[in-house]
């Protein structure tokens, strides 16, 4: 089992920054990726980031060059750090936990295999 805390969601205006955390705790001596996914209202969940255990990095491309993804294996920890907020960015974000060769970046909710609590961003115009 793995235990994932998310925090540092919270409401920023437009262009402004925010930085997510997400703790990992239980079994985390195995290599697994983290990524994290958004939730906006009405819309189904969707993939934004993945970093691998050897920290390899993927986005989607509504947020390249805004959002950057890394990750403290020693800490056990993922964090997103998100410049240049739109209010699109507007959502529940969730961290999530998926157990993979140390090299691959799942991009789908069901390769994931643990998740967080989620955490709101909202992002005022």
């Known amino acids: 089992q793995v235990q994932l805390v998310e925090s540092g969601g919270g409401l920023v205006q437009a262009g402004g920054s925010l930085r997510l955390s997400c703790a990992a705790s239980g079994r985390t001596f195995s290599p697994y990726a983290m990524g994290w996914f958004r939730q906006a209202p009405g819309k189904e969940r969707e993939f934004v980031v993945g970093?691998?255990?050897?920290?390899?990095?993927t986005y989607v491309d509504s947020v390249k060059g805004r959002f950057t993804i890394s990750r403290d294996n020693a800490k056990n920890t993922v964090y997103l750090q998100m410049n240049s907020l739109k209010p699109e960015d507007t959502a529940v974000y969730y961290c999530?936990?998926?157990?993979?060769?140390?090299?691959?970046?799942?991009?789908?909710?069901?390769?994931?295999?643990?998740w967080g609590q989620g955490t709101q961003v909202t992002v005022s115009s």
């Open positions: 999530a936990a998926a157990f993979a060769r140390v090299a691959l970046i799942p991009r789908l909710e069901g390769e994931y295999h643990y």
């Open positions: 970093v691998s255990w050897s920290g390899g990095t």
